[in-house]
């Protein structure tokens, strides 16, 4: 399978500027994000796609000092209604086989991020076997595009609060197509 074009030039777009887009992506003031570096994920691949591998990953810190954060930021070019078991397939890799510290034990917390390039994704899931007390939740910040506001989001750009690595995504955002966008 080839890879995906538009995958490839959105995780591009995020390097660029991985504080301003996660700010986007996650709705966070800069201020607030502690971004350390992009963890090198290469040798991890994404469950059920094995030519390909999720290579966005986030390390960012929490305001606990003694908690560290393995985000994967998965961009689909159409919404996915597989990515929650994919995700938790990816994210016990993740958690099983990175670190943050050479300790012994030490664990990033893992979470997911998802930008849905077209249509709407519903990848969180909740549930829960009654009265026992199983429970299965992953809770994913998603992003999906046609819900954006093109208009506010070059707004937001042109006054220097959001990045302007955030550009090529105007065109796939609820009024991107409008000539005073354009």
């Given at each position: 399978?080839?890879?995906?074009r538009?995958?490839?030039?959105?995780?591009?777009?995020?390097?660029?500027?991985?504080?301003?887009?996660?700010?986007?992506?996650?709705?966070e003031?800069?201020?607030?994000?502690?971004?350390?570096?992009?963890?090198?994920?290469?040798?991890?691949?994404?469950?059920?796609?094995?030519?390909?591998?999720?290579?966005?990953v986030?390390?960012?810190?929490?305001?606990?000092?003694?908690?560290?954060?393995?985000?994967?930021?998965?961009?689909?070019?159409?919404?996915?209604s597989e990515?929650?078991?994919?995700?938790?397939?990816y994210l016990?890799?993740?958690?099983?086989?990175?670190q943050?510290?050479?300790?012994?034990?030490?664990?990033?917390?893992?979470?997911?991020?998802?930008?849905?390039?077209?249509?709407?994704?519903?990848?969180?899931?909740a549930?829960?076997?009654?009265?026992?007390?199983?429970?299965?939740?992953?809770?994913?910040?998603?992003?999906?595009?046609?819900?954006?506001?093109?208009?506010?989001?070059?707004?937001?750009?042109?006054?220097?609060?959001?990045?302007?690595?955030?550009?090529?995504?105007?065109?796939?955002?609820?009024?991107?197509?409008?000539?005073?966008?354009?």
């Open positions: 399978m080839p890879p995906n538009f995958d490839q030039a959105s995780r591009y777009a995020a390097k660029l500027d991985a504080v301003g887009f996660l700010c986007w992506l996650l709705g003031d800069a201020a607030e994000l502690r971004f350390r570096t992009w963890l090198a994920t290469r040798t991890l691949p994404f469950p059920g796609d094995p030519e390909r591998t999720c290579d966005t986030a390390w960012l810190a929490d305001a606990d000092p003694a908690l560290e954060w393995a985000l994967p930021v998965e961009f689909c070019l159409e919404a996915d990515l929650f078991g994919r995700l938790l397939v016990g890799q993740l958690w099983l086989e990175k943050p510290t050479d300790g012994r034990g030490e664990r990033f917390a893992v979470g997911a991020a998802i930008v849905n390039l077209t249509g709407r994704g519903r990848t969180s899931r549930m829960s076997l009654r009265r026992t007390g199983v429970r299965t939740h992953l809770e994913v910040k998603e992003r999906n595009l046609c819900d954006e506001d093109a208009a506010a989001l070059l707004e937001a750009i042109a006054n220097g609060s959001a990045s302007r690595c955030l550009l090529p995504w105007i065109p796939l955002m609820h009024g991107g197509e409008e000539t005073g966008i354009i």
